[in-house]
């Protein structure tokens, strides 16, 4: 099976909740699976299927919330086009929301349709979605309610005739929602865009370039400025990159470059509760896709440069984008699309954990039950790493 498009979460008790899609989207028969782990990568919830059956469920992303419930987005067909579809969990895996189509779309275009989320104070989910309903695409926001239920079903937030594409969203304290999206017209492309919207959806700052970039990640600290890492693909070469914006868009710090490769892409963040920022992305080498690691401080300096935490001959594939999160203890937790068992035939999920410092600890594979149990040490910052596999006996 081919797996893409992998997310995850965690909650206070430090279980990780990862989220993927089956692959087969190309095929029109996607389906969006999840599994609950504990805080060393062990099975609590095998590969499950979330998205009931519905063809072409595919990009998905989860969040925790307060309550420890778990929810899950995803793009899904409509009569009018992708649209959002949604479910939640109670914590033990039992179902609260079944799966259903939450907001319809208006037309599916060639963008990237990758929506992003985020839960506010409320418990809220605030999402950044895109569709191409007039012959260009548009970016929208969408809020629904702690069951799935549309409060804000659709506003567009980009500017007419602009292209627009690979979005990301934050939100702060007070619930303004900080969105930012690639933007493209006839003059220029990859342009970097910020809009702010207070928690009705009302616009507080419209459609504000701050340079060239794509694919945001967006958080918020506890002064309410705001993070920002995203790819630039103007050259030379492709660069990851840092912005601290303040409440009303001005620009604190940046645009720092945090890495110049030939192929970076893929940068996600999280913070963790001392307020250091941890980054992945994913860099070409060679046709083999490493994952990098960094952790900065509140102006985007290095605590941690650059480095390698997954190393070739494993490679990042097909929607491999790599994604981390942060528990209460300040770990880390990371998974990726990898296709090391299987070369170029399948594609699985990975999970890594690390302690927040110069270590990673566990890597294990996000699948069903019956896996090979992999283990790498003695850390990937190191030039020599060895591999155990223990292969289970087959059941006859």
């Not at 609260?96 to 907001?103: D, F, G, P």
């Not at 970039?213 to 400025?225: E, F, K, V, W």
């Not at 001392?274 to 690691?293: D, T």
């Not at 999160?325 to 999970?351: C, E, G, M, Q």
């Amino acid at each position: 099976m081919q797996r893409s498009n992998t997310d995850l979460d965690v909650d206070t008790y430090n279980n990780v909740w990862a989220v993927w899609d089956s692959g087969t989207w190309v095929n029109n028969t996607a389906e969006i699976l999840y599994t609950k782990r504990d805080s060393l990568g062990d099975s609590l919830i095998s590969e499950t299927n979330i998205s009931s059956d519905v063809p072409y469920s595919h990009l998905p992303r989860v969040a925790v919330d307060a309550s420890n419930n778990v929810q899950f987005i995803w793009r899904e067909t409509s009569p009018q086009g992708l649209g959002i579809g949604h479910a939640k969990l109670a914590n033990d895996g039992s179902v609260i929301v079944l799966s259903h189509l939450a907001v319809a779309g208006a037309g599916g275009g060639s963008s990237s349709l990758r929506p992003e989320m985020v839960l506010n104070k409320y418990q809220e989910i605030n999402i950044i979605w895109d569709e191409s309903p007039s012959g260009y695409n548009q970016m929208n926001y969408t809020k629904l309610d702690t069951l799935g239920n549309p409060i804000i079903p659709k506003i567009k937030v980009s500017l007419n005739t602009f292209y627009t594409y690979w979005p990301g969203i934050g939100i702060d304290s007070m619930a303004n929602n900080h969105l930012a999206y690639r933007t493209d017209d006839t003059v220029s492309a990859y342009r970097l865009t910020y809009t702010k919207l207070d928690k009705n959806g009302n616009v507080l700052i419209d459609n504000k370039f701050l340079g060239f970039g794509y694919l945001p990640t967006m958080i918020a600290d506890r002064s309410q400025n705001i993070h920002m890492v995203y790819g630039n693909h103007t050259g030379p070469g492709i660069s990851i990159e840092y912005l601290k914006l303040d409440q009303d868009a001005n620009i604190l710090v940046g645009p720092k470059i945090l890495s110049i490769h030939t192929d970076n892409f893929g940068p996600h963040m999280a913070m963790d509760s001392l307020q250091y920022f941890h980054v992945v992305w994913s860099a070409e080498s060679s046709g083999i896709f490493p994952i990098i690691y960094a952790k900065l401080d509140t102006l985007g300096n290095f605590i941690i440069p650059p480095m390698q935490i997954v190393y070739p001959p494993y490679t990042v594939r097909g929607g491999g984008m790599p994604r981390i999160a942060v528990d209460s203890s300040n770990k880390l937790h990371l998974v990726w699309v990898d296709d090391r068992l299987n070369p170029l035939v399948s594609t699985d999920i990975f999970y890594k954990r690390g302690k927040n410092e110069n270590t990673i600890e566990e890597t294990a594979r996000l699948k069903t039950t019956n896996l090979s149990n992999i283990s790498v040490f003695p850390n990937p910052f190191s030039q020599i790493t060895e591999i155990r596999y223990q292969i289970p006996r087959s059941r006859q």
